[in-house]
């Protein structure tokens, strides 16, 4: 690449960074950044970063990170094909009960997902059962999504510059890592006690732990290491579902308990 192409591409990311962040806080949709010129998945990573830093810049935390499309029914339901992932902050975290205001968001949609703590350091080529070592916890979660981007629709480096469409996320209580078998955790999504919605771990990649495994891979890649006290979400077992004002969410998750959120 010449000069010029890396000044210009460096132009193109702060912007589309910038306008993403934008959209966020101004809960409205803008277009996907795919419709006026290519887009390269290195771009649309360095867009997701710069839209974190815009957040750091505002006293935001970083969390962790959650991966996405890991499993077929989200694949299938967003037409895309390969595993990404997001960051996570602490303004996007709603406690176990709490309420969540939908003021400000576009079209959120609820995800029930399996969350990881870190206990220890973790990035670089693992296996699964090595990944799993690094662990100290693990929980049911919400994964509530919000694309700034009509439609829910997007390309994938779309969807990786709007970081993974992250919008909120809550955590039930953590459980001791190797106190259970993570390969088939039945899970069920319930608004307002029925059941909406209900899938397996399986789902995730075949072992959520393989959800691991690429999170470890990805932060690898991206030069960082997965730092004790993160949390890793591992994508949803099923497809996402539309989440309404003035709902009470509960996701289930054998042998994990569950955990709540309550809309207005
Ligand atoms: C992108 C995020 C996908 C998951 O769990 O697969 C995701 C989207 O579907 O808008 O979080
Ligand atoms: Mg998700």
């Known amino acids: 690449m010449s000069n010029d192409t890396v000044t ?31 887009l390269t998945l290195d771009e649309a990573y360095a867009i997701q970063r710069a839209v974190i830093e815009r957040r750091r810049a505002r006293g935001e935390t970083p969390t962790g990170v959650k991966m996405g499309f890991t499993s077929r029914a989200k694949m299938v339901q967003m037409g895309v094909d390969d595993v990404i992932w997001g960051l996570l902050t602490d303004a996007m975290r709603v406690e176990d009960g709490g309420t969540l205001d939908l003021d400000g968001l576009i079209h959120p949609r609820i995800e029930p997902e ?55 996320y809550a955590c039930g209580p953590w459980h001791h890592p190797d106190s259970r078998s993570l390969g088939n955790v039945g899970l ?15 789902a995730i990649l075949g072992h959520p732990l393989r959800s691991l495994a690429a ?11 997965l730092g004790p006290g993160q949390i890793v979400l591992a994508g949803a077992a099923t497809a996402a579902l539309p989440l309404p004002r003035g709902a009470h969410v509960r996701v289930l998750g054998a042998g994990l308990g569950q955990v709540e959120v309550t809309t207005r």
């Open 215 to 225: 999170a470890a891979r990805l932060a690898a890649e991206a030069g960082i290491t």
């Open 188 to 202: 069920t999504v319930e608004i307002d006690g029925r059941v909406v919605a209900t899938g397996s771990s399986a």
């Open 114 to 168: 399996i969350a990881f703590l870190i206990g220890r350091p973790l990035s670089g080529r693992v296996t699964s059962e090595e990944a799993a070592r690094s662990l100290a916890g693990i929980a049911v979660a919400h994964e509530i999504l919000d694309s700034r981007y009509a439609g829910f629709r997007f390309t994938l480096p779309d969807v990786v510059a709007d970081n993974a469409s992250a919008s909120h």
């Open 8 to 38: 210009h591409s460096a132009a193109r990311v702060a912007e589309l960074a910038e306008t993403l962040d934008a959209a966020a806080l101004d809960g409205r949709t803008v277009h996907r950044p795919t419709d006026t010129g290519p």
